[in-house]
């Protein structure tokens, strides 16, 4: 295999050259960073070879020491490479869940462990949650409204409104 010098980037950012790899296909670096701002300099890219490549975990083992001192690594496989593939489909099933768009939003995930951390706190206190409340056939969003008792002071002030 030949030998080619690799780049890697320095504290600054700016490429600096490094041992040689016995990679035939090494990343070659950018001497500029790609960013003058932040100082960023490109991934390394390899191209294996289809004989490189017919044993896919092997190659990445391989090429690790390499990417190492990057943190990642674009690898680009053969055109003629095909991935197996490895699901049963007489066994493959998944559940299909039922979601309401007025929970898509950002913030349900933030509301549920709201009203999880909730429950495990009445049930530390000894009076657990059994069911959330609900108001107008309507479950109770109790983050939000402790988002809004919060906001305007507290329960006490609040309760003297």
């Known amino acids: 295999m030949a030998s080619i010098e690799i780049e890697s980037a320095n504290a600054n950012g700016m490429a600096e050259e490094t ?5 035939n296909n090494a990343p070659q670096r950018p001497k500029a960073p790609i960013s003058p701002f932040l100082k960023l300099t490109a991934a390394p890219e390899f191209r294996p070879t289809a004989k490189e490549f017919s044993d896919p975990a092997k190659y990445i083992e391989s090429i690790t020491e390499t990417v190492r001192p990057f943190g990642i690594c674009k690898i680009i496989p053969p055109t003629n490479w095909k991935p197996p593939f490895m699901l049963d489909r007489e066994k493959f099933t998944f559940r299909t869940r039922c979601q309401q768009v007025n929970v898509l939003d950002g913030q349900a995930r933030l ?38 008792v919060t906001k305007r002071g507290g329960m006490a002030a609040v309760s003297e409104d």
């Not at 041992?19 to 990679?23: A, N, V, Y």
């Not at 951390?117 to 108001?135: A, D, I, Q, S």
């Open 19 to 23: 041992k040689p790899s016995e990679f």
């Open 111 to 148: 509301r549920l462990t709201f009203v999880e951390n909730l429950c495990r706190f009445m049930c530390k206190r000894g009076t657990p949650l059994e069911r959330l409340p609900v108001v107008d056939y309507q479950v109770l969003d109790l983050c939000r409204l402790f988002r809004e």
